[in-house]
């Protein structure tokens, strides 16, 4: 353990700051002076943007994205098409498809893949709920925008099974999308013609 | 500007995290998202870090250092040597020397360096407050941890000219610290050595 440096709250702020994803420990004592040093400008603001997410973030009880309203502000949006959902892994998936922008459609985050090494199988995800949002009807398409991973391959094939018997059609992004490539480190142009060119499974 | 991906809320927050140093545009979102997901981890207790330094953090107004004491535990520790002052330009300095661990003494931070093309004069950085404490007596030696950059180096010479007249010996960093580098970036080794070996100016 280091010599401490200033008080216990400073110190603090430093451990949790390491914890950011993009942050470790020189650059969390870094960000921490700055945000001392820009009190009025960056701390407050922060802090306040945090405690505001902390009370008012909450998870989309149709479909998994995160927002401060529920049904989410997709979900309700009326001029997104109805009939066809985007199911994407995790909501940074849907976030960069949205910056893609490249269909006005709704989403399905499953919360991650199936993955029996880690002891992850069906229930751990929201495969049910997928289900059950094209069982109700309305769903003229779903896109299987998984990441092009074995876990996202393998995953995308239990969910077609699934939907064995329901009147939906089931595509996939075009191949453009990097073998082995993670889609929210993609630029936007590759997502919009991976989206434009996806095709039937 | 890109399309609103959720919330304003979260759009703000993904904003705000973009300037802390150390994190982007991309990695703010990243950032924002796994605080959501880990909401009680450690959005809730980052939250009630920083709105903790936001009430309690100041600046200390003896030496300059960061505390949610004012004068901070430094400038108030009895078992802090009393005769030698380090004096470095910016808090961050300050934490790698203590880091560093090897003077249990007490510091000045100056806020900056001497800048003429910046506009950064004698009355913009705390030499005033530096000379006083001289004045005052009881400081025997002045070690002038500045960086070994241009600016930093005039700066020193500028504050030995101040000094003149006054009973106090001053010295610097042993040459070991590479020229045209930041002390904070400087591992702690290095730093200890070139603390134990400084020389008389
Ligand atoms: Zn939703
Ligand atoms: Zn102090």
């Not at 299987?144 to 009147?167: P, W």
């Amino acid at each position: 353990m280091s010599k401490r440096i200033a008080g216990p709250e400073i110190e603090r702020l430093i451990q949790l700051l390491a914890k950011v994803p993009g942050l470790g420990p020189r650059s969390a004592r870094r960000a921490a002076l700055h945000l001392i040093k820009k009190k009025e400008l960056l701390l407050a603001p922060l802090s306040a943007a945090l405690a505001e997410a902390l009370e008012k973030v909450r998870v989309c009880s149709v479909c998994g994205n995160v927002d401060t309203a529920d049904p989410c502000t997709i979900c309700t949006d009326p001029r997104r098409e109805q009939a066809t959902l985007i199911v994407v892994e995790d909501v940074a998936d849907l976030w960069a498809l949205e910056r893609a922008g490249a269909m006005n459609v709704r989403y399905h985050v499953l919360g991650g893949t199936l993955s029996p090494l880690d002891g992850i199988g069906p229930d751990d995800l929201n495969i049910a709920g997928l289900v059950a949002r094209v069982a109700e009807g309305g769903v003229a398409e779903i896109v299987l925008a998984v990441n092009a991973t074995v876990e996202g391959q393998t995953t995308a094939h239990y969910i077609i099974d699934r939907l064995a018997g329901l009147e939906v059609k089931v595509t996939r992004l075009a191949h453009g999308v990097p073998v082995g490539g993670e889609l929210d480190y993609l630029d936007e142009g590759t997502l919009a013609a991976a989206l434009k060119s996806r095709t039937a499974f």
